[in-house]
């Protein structure tokens, strides 16, 4: 019912390639009176090649549905149908800190050799930290790491969990420029979970918005991502209003 | 309106530039404020700087010195306890006729079979426990049950089991180091970070990919917790051993030279146990430097600091 699998669900346009089709998904936490909602008849559909950020307040269930789109929750209902090849990167670069660095990027991958590894981490600009333990990478480097080791797979979805969530503002510039020229060369579709509209605007081709367990709103990110620029201040102020923040301008 | 300014401005304007230093201390103590210099050049009074091992070995030096003088004034009888000197001319007569080493050798192969099958057993059961379900309900509470019981008080037991051969004593030593083995690493195995095997499942890893990459790495420095304690453990658990009508080994040295009053010898038998806990503490300290390199890379002075 819910194990992902890369054939397709009748029904769908086969002219489209979906990276993720999910219908009808709910998702329940505890039974009886203590059963709490958070997702319930969610549909989502997300070409390949797409890049989807999704915003919503705390709490809103937008970590659960990255969850079972990496097939780490079972106790779904619904049908839930997401590309094979998919990589995610946590929040916490949950790298092992008893395998080098290169080893922690190739873990998992059959054949792998660590110029596999070598090659991945230059395409993050880690490579020189290929030999280094785990502990010893800053935050910033820890996340690129996580990055190099979910690009190794050639995913054809990637699933982003905050990334950039516990980076400094710096370093998080630099990371989320590094995504988006990852994205560009490789083009997986990514489901790219956030509460910075900032950075939805900035990488997203599509901006989802999740509230009370379900896509609330769902809009195309147009025109230019020039931060100042009029069409950007509209757009960060709609979706501002959607996640309840009404004064525009001066929240973030 | 005049505009007051928050800071008293200097008495003289401006201050010359060679004497900017000078006049801002000046300034900065007509204000009250106290300051003090952390680093440069300080008239500290020099001392003599004696090399802490050897301040350490001093107390050593001044028990060893009243127990000599004790001895030597007639205070000490040697049949009560023999002194320094008399102690260690005993090693050298033990040593020299071989029965020291003899007895080392008997006692260290009674430690070393005993620990080996007592560190299978605690991996055995702590994997069996700790990586699934039906074994936890099956291992554990038996274990836990049977690590309140004083393994040294099974020596009557065990006696009527299995004789007073090399059987009793290495089961009993098997047996005192298969539950700290045990504890620990069922413990470590409890306590691996669920976001990492979440990551490694993420990863594509089986389950028997999860238990060597991540679950192996988690549980290692709890396992050799486990092999230090079981190491202690293990002597004590000779010393009992060694009581049950040993016909070789330091416990029966011991008590061979308890019958005949010789109490440097006993001395000599609770220096050489005392060397060997050492020495295996030693080992261990060397198995955790190889097998968690990693650890090196964010502790290098907690072992140290931990045990001030």
Not at chain 1, 217 to 239: I, N
Request: glycine share 10%; net charge neutral; with cysteine.
């Amino acid at each position: 019912m819910t194990t992902p699998t890369t054939s397709r669900p009748t029904g769908t346009t086969p002219t489209e390639a979906l990276a993720v089709d999910v219908r009808a998904l709910g998702r329940t936490f505890g039974t009886g009176d203590a059963a709490t909602t958070v997702i319930s008849d969610l549909d989502l559909a997300v070409p390949a090649g797409q890049f989807v950020a999704l915003l919503g307040a705390s709490g809103c269930g937008k970590s659960t549905l990255l969850r079972v789109l990496a097939g780490l929750d079972a106790g779904v209902t619904g049908d839930v149908t997401v590309a094979r090849n998919r990589a995610v990167a946590f929040q916490a670069p949950r790298l092992l800190p008893w395998k080098k660095v290169w080893r922690n990027v190739v873990l998992g991958v059959p054949g792998a050799t660590r110029e596999t590894a070598l090659a991945a981490l230059r395409e993050v600009r880690l490579e020189h930290r290929a030999d280094a333990w785990p502990t010893t990478l800053s935050g910033g480097e820890a996340q690129r790491a996580s990055l190099a080791r979910a690009l190794v797979r050639q995913p054809d979805l990637l699933l982003l969990d905050e990334p950039f969530g516990a980076l400094d503002a710096l370093t998080r510039l630099t990371a989320q420029e590094l995504v988006r020229e990852l994205w560009h060369a490789h083009r997986p579709a990514v489901v790219l979970v956030t509460h910075d509209v900032d950075e939805a605007l900035l990488l997203a081709d599509r901006v989802l918005v999740m509230a009370h367990g379900r896509i609330e709103h769902d809009v195309a990110v147009t025109g230019d991502r020039e931060h100042g620029s009029a069409g950007y201040v509209e757009q960060r102020r709609r979706l501002l209003g959607w996640l309840g923040v009404h004064d525009g301008e001066g929240a973030a | 309106m005049t505009v007051t300014a928050r800071h008293p401005a200097p008495a003289s304007a401006p201050v010359p530039a060679a004497a900017t230093a000078v006049g801002a201390a000046a300034t900065a103590e007509a204000r009250g404020l106290v300051v003090e210099q952390l680093s440069g050049s300080t008239d500290r009074r020099r001392r003599i700087r004696v090399p802490r091992s050897v301040a350490r070995l001093s107390g050593v030096v001044v028990v060893l010195a009243v127990w000599q003088l004790a001895a030597v004034t007639g205070r000490l009888p040697r049949t009560f306890l023999g002194s320094p000197v008399d102690v260690a001319r005993a090693a050298g007569h033990l040593i020299a006729d071989g029965e020291l080493p003899a007895a080392i050798g008997a006692s260290l192969q009674r430690v070393g079979v005993g620990l080996v099958l007592g560190l299978a057993a605690g991996i055995v059961l702590a994997l069996v426990s700790g990586l699934s379900r039906i074994g936890e309900d099956l291992v554990d509470a038996p274990v836990q049950m049977l690590r309140t019981v004083p393994f040294a008080g099974l020596v009557p037991l065990l006696i009527i089991w299995l004789g007073v051969g090399e059987t009793p004593k290495i089961v009993l030593i098997a047996l005192g180091v298969t539950f700290p083995v045990y504890i620990n690493l069922s413990a470590g195995i409890r306590q691996v970070d669920p976001g990492l095997v979440e990551a490694g499942r993420t990863l594509g890893l089986s389950r028997l990919g999860l238990v060597r990459h991540v679950v192996a790495g988690a549980a290692l420095p709890q396992l050799l917790v486990g092999v230090r304690i079981a190491l202690g453990v293990s002597w004590l658990a000779l010393v009992f051993a060694e009581q049950i009508s040993a016909t070789s080994g330091i416990g029966y040295l011991m008590t061979s030279a308890q019958e005949l009053l010789q109490t440097d010898t006993i001395v000599v038998c609770l220096v050489v146990y005392a060397l060997l806990g050492l020495l295996a503490d030693l080992v261990v300290r060397v198995l955790e430097r190889v097998l968690l390199p990693w650890r090196r890379s964010f502790t290098p002075d907690d072992v140290q600091g931990g045990t001030r």
